[in-house]
């Protein structure tokens, strides 16, 4: 069925180090995608989106990029910093109202 | 960003009893709401759609007459946990979706209910 998956649960970076965190998913016909940040016992923080007539944008030290071909969604922290540490999500939408969420990535930024 | 408030915060109840989360989208309208609920270290999981004016969409496996949802006005969905059991016990999040031509969801804060 259709999913939406992260290649590493963990991602421990150096503090000021660039981040890059990953998602597959399986539905070609998804036209939008979010990141989010979850801190714990916190509801998911929108980071940034993309449309699947792009296939990059960047926002404020965040980049994500799109890659249709191999269906591939990455998220790129340019300068980690302590307070990025958390959960990211990576979500597709999928039909008119539906959004599914991939398993997560946990993020720990080391001092 | 557009807010959503989500009331309670924290509720722990008794096996049996019914519980209300209020899920409100304080600066916009949303026509459609979203009801997800997430284990300890788990991703999202979409219990359930609610569109003003009518009746909830669930997903497979989410039992409608034990999670009720209301959505009577275009700024506030209800969802009820109705009988509950220590197995309900869980992080419970709303989104709502802004209207027009952006898809953006905004997310409450969750509500963590534990049944006891």
């Known amino acids: 069925g259709e999913s939406v998956g992260l290649h590493l649960p963990t991602l421990s970076v150096q503090e000021g180090d660039n981040s890059i965190i990953n998602c597959a998913y399986s539905?070609?016909?998804?036209?939008?995608f979010i990141w989010y940040k979850q801190e714990s016992g916190k509801g998911p923080q929108f980071i940034i989106d993309?449309?699947?007539?792009?296939d990059k944008r960047q926002g404020q030290r965040v980049t994500v990029l799109l890659n249709k071909t191999v269906k591939h969604l990455s998220l790129q922290i340019a300068a980690t910093q302590p307070g990025d540490s958390a959960v990211y999500f990576c979500?597709?939408?999928?039909?008119?109202?539906?959004?599914?969420f991939g398993t997560g990535t946990r993020l720990k930024v080391l001092a | 960003g557009a807010v959503v408030s989500q009331h309670p915060s924290r509720v722990i109840c008794k096996s049996g009893t019914s519980v209300k989360i209020e899920c409100r989208s304080l600066?916009?309208?949303?026509?459609?709401m979203f009801w997800y609920r997430q284990f300890p270290k788990k991703s999202l999981m979409l219990m359930a759609t609610?569109?003003?004016?009518?009746?909830?969409?669930?997903e497979q496996g989410v039992e409608k007459d034990k999670f009720l949802i209301n959505h009577a006005s275009l700024t506030l969905s209800t969802l009820t946990v109705t009988s509950a059991h220590p197995e309900d016990s869980s992080f419970y999040i709303c989104?709502?979706?802004?209207?027009?031509?952006?898809?953006?969801?905004?997310f409450g804060p969750g509500t963590r209910l534990t049944v006891t």
């Open positions: 989104s709502a979706e802004d209207g027009g031509s952006s898809y953006e969801q905004y």
């Open positions: 539905n070609s016909a998804s036209d939008y």
């Open positions: 993309i449309r699947s007539n792009m």
């Open positions: 979500a597709e939408k999928a039909g008119t109202y539906k959004y599914i």
């Open positions: 600066d916009f309208q949303a026509t459609t």
């Open positions: 609610s569109n003003e004016g009518s009746k909830a969409t669930y």
